[in-house]
Each structure stands twice: as structure tokens, then as C-alpha cells.
């Protein structure tokens, strides 16, 4: 079992990637999350439907143009003067009309402001999801290479503890050692076996990762690149975190919608005034015409008035002591990602420690040992330490890189713009100002459905 993962693994990860092939970097994975990213491609219609709010709201600016088309067929009993007789016959109407409102308090401007400001929040949520993918797709990157380092390292310890194992069977067939110390040796090889197998395990996992990431998975990996560059301090990125994180934004844009909310409730109080025309023909060619002007204002409602405007007061405070709980989880998670960094790298400063210490021990004891004076069990005490550390070192060097990346997500940065990876990308504006308008034919139609279209490729 252990031998075909090693053969699968070998497969995947070296044949794939044929010598002379171009190695695939973090920007290509980047690039990959965010073009084959199905979660942002339904965050970017969840975005088309709230412009269609603000279309939807402009509409009620215009009037309302139907007709009614009614056809009938009468019977009736006639007592006349010849006795009774029946009259029967079919007749047909059409009524062609059109109402407008033209004044409502400002209720419908109010709710175009609402659709406006709530696409604005949209928008950056779709940014926050962004980040996600990207973030998402720099883990997976970095997860597969420290997989890969970790695979390398225990098939090198496998590799030492079989000559481990060769040594102490020849000390054990001249009388140097025990029938013990082979046994150690023999079930440390077998448990650095299974290491290896549960670390091609990883592999395997990590691979499944990086394709949910990026749509494909992994070839020949490229070494990890220069981590961005950061603020030097937490609190300057704090800083920037309050005035660029997509949560902070989007909650500011709510806030704007609840107190609109709050006009729209006051407005609602007011009376609206309504034009309407109306044009009737029949069967007969009678034709009637008619214009009038509406008035209409609710005066008692049981006390709904009132509960809604004290509903869109709850909600505005809501919606602003949740701005504020937004920016303190936001800058509590720069601080705990800052804390993530500089833990990463205090771990990675006492592992080269460890290392070299690690090192000269296992120098030492397998010296010691060929001169008799150490046991097989401390030689492989000793190199198992050594194989800790450099492990641990492999560890806390992916949990920096991350960290770095995760740094920026808390300060809302993790986008392609602000990477420069150096790809179009999703133009919000496009879509939004081909149906601001709220367009039905004409040229507007068509610029329309080419956007669809652009879109769908």
C-alpha cells in the first residue's frame, strides 16, 4: 500500500510536470481562483439583481401604459309585446390606459437613493468575497509546496533509518549489539513508513484543495515568491483596515439605507396626487375618453403608519451599532492575523535554532555510537529530534507566508487590483450603468445584451 502511494504520488507530482515545462507560480494559481471561481460568479449575479433594483425603482418614475380587451356573449329572456322572445348577442370593448404619479412626498426618489446605495453594498461584499478566493487559493498554493517539502523529508528519513537499520544488523552479526537494538531499528522503519504514507496522504488532500481553488490541479510548483509588503506596524494597519475593508464599507452603505428607510416612513404619511387617461372603444364604435387627477392619503390605519416609521427607527440604530461591531471584529482580526505573523516568525527563528542544535547532536551520537558508546535507540532518538525540528521549520514557514497574505485580507487588500496581477477584471459599473435606466428596447437593449453576453463567455 505504502509503495503505490509513493508511486501515485511520484506520478502526479514529477511526471506531470515534464522537465522544460513552465513552473506555475502563485500569480497563475491567483489568476486561476479568480477566473474559474464559481462562488464569484454567483456573487456577480447576486450584484446584476440588485442593479435591477435600481432600474426597478426608476421605472415607478414613468407612467404605467396597459389596455383591457373584454369580449362577451349575452342571452336574455324579452317579454314584448308580441310575447315573450329572446335576445342574445356578442359584444366586445377595448380600453386603452395610462396613470402616472407625480407627486408622492418623494417616496419613489427616496427609493431609488435605497436601490442605489444597497448596489453599493453589494459591491463590496462582493469584494470581501474576493478576497476569500484569492486568500483561499494562496493556502491551497502554499499547502501543496509544504506537503511536497514534507513528502521529501520523510522519504530522506526513510531512507536514513533503512541504513540505520543495515548498520545495526551488521553491528548485531559481529556481536556488538543486542537482538534488541535491531528491533528498534525495525519498528522505527516501519513507523517512518507510515509517516510517509500519511504525508502522501497530505499531499493528495492538498491537491484536492488546490483544484477546488483554482479548477485545476497542481503541476510543477514554483518556490513561493516575496511575500507583499506590509505596514510596520498593527496599528498602522488598523489604519487602513477602517477605511478600506469591504465589511466596514458595506455596513457604512447600510447604514445610509436604514436612515433613507426612515425618510421613506415619514414620507409615507404624505399624500400622493395621480394622472390618469383612459380611451374606450366597442363593437360599436362608441368611443369615450377620459382625464382625471387622483388625490389619495391614508388617514387612519389601525397604527401601521406608526409601527413602520418605529420599525425604520429600530433599524437605524441596528444598522449603525452594527457598523460599529464591523469595525471591531475587523480590527481584531488585523490584530489576530499580526499576533499569527509574528508567531510564525518567532517560530521560525527558534526552529533554525533547533535545528543546528538537532544537527550536532545527531553528528555526535552516531559518532559516539560507531564507537560503541551509544546505542542504536539514541542514534534514532537523536535523528528523529532532527527530523521534529526541520519539520517544524517547513511548518512555520507556510504559516508565515499565509499569515502575510491573511494580514491584508483583514485589511481589505487581498484583491487582484491591489496585487497587480495584471488581469481584467469584473467591471460592476458595466452592467449597472447599461440598466440604471431602467431600458426595455432600443439601443440601450441591445448595449445590454451584448453585456450579457460578454458576460456569459
Not at 503505490?4 to 511520484?10: A, K, N, Y
Not at 502522501?200 to 503541476?219: D, N
Not at 513561493?224 to 494597519?237: G, S
Not at 559516539?368 to 532532527?386: F, H, I, K, N
Amino acid at each position: 500500500m505504502r509503495g503505490w502511494l509513493l508511486s501515485l504520488v511520484v506520478v502526479l507530482v514529477g511526471f506531470g510536470a515534464p522537465q522544460g515545462a513552465r513552473a506555475e507560480t502563485l500569480a497563475d494559481a491567483l489568476i486561476a481562483a479568480y477566473k474559474n471561481s464559481n462562488l464569484l460568479d454567483q456573487n456577480r449575479a447576486v450584484l446584476r439583481a440588485a442593479d435591477e433594483g435600481v432600474a426597478e425603482a426608476v421605472s415607478a418614475l414613468r407612467p404605467v401604459v396597459g389596455y383591457t380587451l373584454q369580449g362577451a356573449w349575452q342571452r336574455a329572456d324579452v317579454m314584448g309585446l308580441l310575447g315573450p322572445s329572446v335576445s342574445e348577442g356578442l359584444s366586445a370593448s377595448l380600453a386603452l390606459s395610462a396613470e402616472m404619479t407625480i407627486w408622492d412626498a418623494g417616496r419613489r426618489q427616496i427609493g431609488i437613493e435605497i436601490a442605489r446605495e444597497s448596489v453599493l453594498a453589494t459591491r463590496q461584499a462582493l469584494i470581501d468575497v474576493e478576497q476569500n478566493v484569492l486568500l483561499f487559493a494562496v493556502q491551497s498554493y502554499v499547502n501543496v509546496r509544504l506537503a511536497q517539502e514534507v513528502v521529501a523529508l520523510r522519504q530522506s528519513n526513510l531512507r536514513l533509518i533503512t541504513q540505520e537499520l543495515r548498520a545495526a544488523q551488521d553491528r548485531f552479526d559481529v556481536g556488538e549489539i543486542t537482538r534488541t537494538d535491531v528491533s528498534i531499528a525495525e519498528a522505527r522503519l516501519a513507523a517512518s513508513r507510515a509517516a510517509l504514507a500519511a504525508a502522501e496522504g497530505q499531499l493528495m488532500i492538498a491537491r484536492e484543495a488546490y483544484k477546488a481553488a483554482t479548477g485545476a490541479y497542481p503541476r510543477n510548483l514554483a518556490p513561493l515568491p516575496k511575500a507583499p509588503a506590509l505596514p510596520r506596524t498593527m496599528e498602522e494597519a488598523q489604519a487602513v483596515a477602517r477605511g478600506t475593508h469591504p465589511s466596514i464599507r458595506q455596513a457604512q452603505h447600510q447604514v445610509t439605507v436604514a436612515d433613507l428607510q426612515v425618510d421613506l416612513a415619514v414620507a409615507g404619511r404624505a399624500p400622493t396626487i395621480g394622472l390618469g387617461a383612459t380611451l374606450r372603444t366597442d363593437d360599436e364604435d362608441k368611443q369615450s375618453q377620459s382625464l382625471g387627477l387622483t388625490m389619495n392619503q391614508t388617514l387612519y390605519a389601525g397604527g401601521r403608519l406608526s409601527s413602520l416609521q418605529r420599525r425604520a427607527l429600530a433599524g437605524k440604530d441596528s444598522a449603525r451599532a452594527g457598523l460599529q461591531q464591523t469595525a471591531v471584529g475587523v480590527l481584531q482580526n488585523v490584530g489576530v492575523a499580526w499576533a499569527n505573523l509574528a508567531v510564525a516568525a518567532a517560530s521560525i527563528q527558534a526552529s533554525d535554532l533547533q535545528i543546528r542544535a538537532a544537527q550536532a547532536a545527531f553528528d555526535g551520537v552516531r559518532e559516539e555510537a560507531a564507537a560503541g558508546t551509544r546505542t542504536t535507540l539514541d542514534v534514532l532518538d537523536a535523528e528523529q529530534e532532527l527530523l521534529d525540528a526541520r519539520n517544524a521549520r517547513l511548518e512555520a514557514e507556510a504559516q508565515r507566508y499565509v499569515a502575510v497574505y491573511q494580514v491584508l485580507a483583514t485589511m481589505g487588500l487581498l484583491t487582484v487590483e491591489h496585487l497587480q496581477l495584471g488581469i481584467p477584471t469584473y467591471d460592476p459599473e458595466a452592467y449597472y450603468g447599461a440598466v440604471e435606466k431602467a431600458p426595455a428596447h432600443s439601443a440601450q437593449g441591445k448595449k445590454l445584451d451584448r453585456i450579457l453576453e460578454k458576460i456569459g463567455n
